[in-house]
């Protein structure tokens, strides 16, 4: 587990491919994978948290952070042989993204999968 992470196994800083096709260098809140462990399943969870009192702008970026990192590929190839890694980090598992309404005592807790939101859950803490 990794928190404000943004390093590759050979030290570059982590990219990703927003909607637009731009480079945009990342840092997820917290992160779960291998260090390179397990090249097929190094990537597993990543995790963005916003309070809901932060700005609308800084939360949609949040969310388009999970919905890039949790594509399978930028340009639909993969390569599953250990050794050519993508140019830019995708293929987590889950992304979530956890709100906490302070005032309210709610959360919400968002799923993406596969670079699309599938569930999202409204919680009393």
Known sequence: VDAEYNRKQDGEIKTILDEDQVIVSIRCDLIVHTRGESISDDNLLAIEMKKSTH???????DRRRLRALTKDSFDDVWSN???????HVCGYKLGVFLELDLKSRLFRIERYRKGELVTTDISKF
Not at 81 to 87: F, I, Q, S, T, Y
């Open 55 to 61: 700005p609308d702008r800084e939360k949609v970026k």
């Open 81 to 87: 042989d250990g050794k050519a890694l993508p140019e």
